[in-house]
């Protein structure tokens, strides 16, 4: 390919590809024999300047010696290469560029080889993916911090509240004949105050503790699903359940969210039911990628427009009279299996009964 040949085959590719691609030809000993306009602009060259020159001269050295192992690999067997590099301009400005190179058509059969460098300016991709890598990191910092916080004010707010409540049974058991009914209507009030705010208080140390730290093991579902029945096994009993299940994989996760999420689906089957007494069914399918989780019970349901808000967190359908609970529960739940980076949906029909489902990822 003599310098005639060059020119004319540069000039097609840069019809086509316009002005927004930095393109450049350089031999075998990476000499740059053509380098278009857009080339220049970024390198901060002129043409002239650039031609004969070595190609070499433009690198940052930002990349590590494999990269450059690797380049030379791939041309070598005649292959393209693509990589993101910083380059270095002429007034010593190093910036980001998307760089292909590919070896050139060699019409003439000469012995030379040449090759072909396309570069692309991704300055300001790289510097909007650095910022929200900075948002990320920040973001998870405050995260760290509210559940920390979280944490140490739910565990100091324990103690306070084991007194009062110590304090008002001892003035009920030290007072109750001088205490009139109204009196004692009262401290029932206290008492039960103390109690649902000690499981307000319980389940937010729950929801605190769930973090992306812990370590993954192999969970065998079907004997962390036992475990959980046995602690549910007292309420099973006074409402005639029946809790029955498919054979359940083994799945790697966390042990202790994953224990808390069938606990408290589960739960929630035996709390919210009808007259008639509850059947739940966990079920499993398989695909490719994931596990997917059903927990299905015969229940009250849920009225379909209420169906987007019931995973956040302190969402109640109903009033404390008609069901106890923090309005927490479902926002556990969520948490856990965006931690196992799988995803929670529900289908619920009112009078009908409702089915979580929830997948968890088989490699996490």
């Given at each position: 390919m003599n310098e005639a040949e060059i020119l004319k085959y540069a000039r097609l590719v840069e019809n086509a590809l316009g002005e927004y691609i930095g393109i450049a030809i350089v031999d075998a000993c990476a000499k740059i024999n053509y380098a278009n306009k857009k080339f220049c602009l970024l390198s901060g060259y002129s043409c002239d300047e650039l031609l004969d020159r070595n190609y070499c001269v433009l690198h940052s050295g930002f990349y590590c010696k494999e990269i450059e192992v690797t380049l030379q690999n791939t041309i070598s067997s005649g292959l393209m290469w693509k990589e993101n590099i910083k380059i270095c301009t002429k007034?010593?400005?190093?910036?980001?560029?998307?760089?292909?190179?590919?070896p050139a058509p060699d019409t003439m059969q000469s012995s030379t080889k040449y090759y072909i460098v396309m570069w692309a300016d991704i300055s300001d991709y790289k510097q909007s993916e650095e910022k929200m890598r900075t948002q990320i990191n920040e973001l998870e910092r405050s995260n760290n911090e509210l559940e920390q916080f979280a944490y140490v004010v739910t565990h100091d707010l324990q103690e306070p509240l084991r007194a009062i409540s110590s304090f008002v049974q001892l003035l009920k058991k030290y007072y109750n004949e001088r205490l009139d009914d109204r009196a004692n209507i009262l401290i029932s009030h206290v008492v039960s105050g103390i109690g649902r705010m000690q499981a307000l208080i319980d389940d937010l140390l729950s929801y605190a503790q769930i973090d992306g730290t812990q370590v993954p093991a192999e969970v065998d579902c079907d004997k962390l699903l036992n475990d959980v029945l046995a602690d549910l096994s007292v309420i099973i009993h006074e409402c005639n359940a029946v809790v029955t299940h498919d054979k359940l994989p083994v799945i790697k996760g966390i042990p202790f969210q994953l224990l808390q999420l069938f606990n408290n689906l589960i739960s929630n089957g035996l709390k919210f039911r009808r007259e008639q007494p509850p059947k739940i069914h966990i079920g499993i399918e398989e695909n490719s990628t994931e596990w997917v989780f059903s927990v299905t019970d015969n229940g009250i349901g849920i009225e379909e427009h209420f169906l987007e808000r019931i995973f956040k967190i302190f969402q109640r359908l109903h009033s404390r009279r008609e069901y106890v609970g923090t309005g927490i529960g479902l926002s556990?739940?969520?948490?856990?299996?965006?931690?196992?980076?799988?995803?929670?949906?529900?289908?619920?029909?009112?009078?009908?009964?409702?089915?979580?489902?929830?997948?968890?990822?088989?490699?996490?």
């Open positions: 007034e010593g400005i190093c910036h980001w560029v998307d760089v292909t190179l590919s556990i739940c969520k948490k856990v299996v965006e931690y196992h980076k799988g995803r929670i949906w529900i289908n619920s029909k009112p009078n009908v009964g409702s089915t979580v489902f929830f997948s968890i990822p088989k490699s996490i």
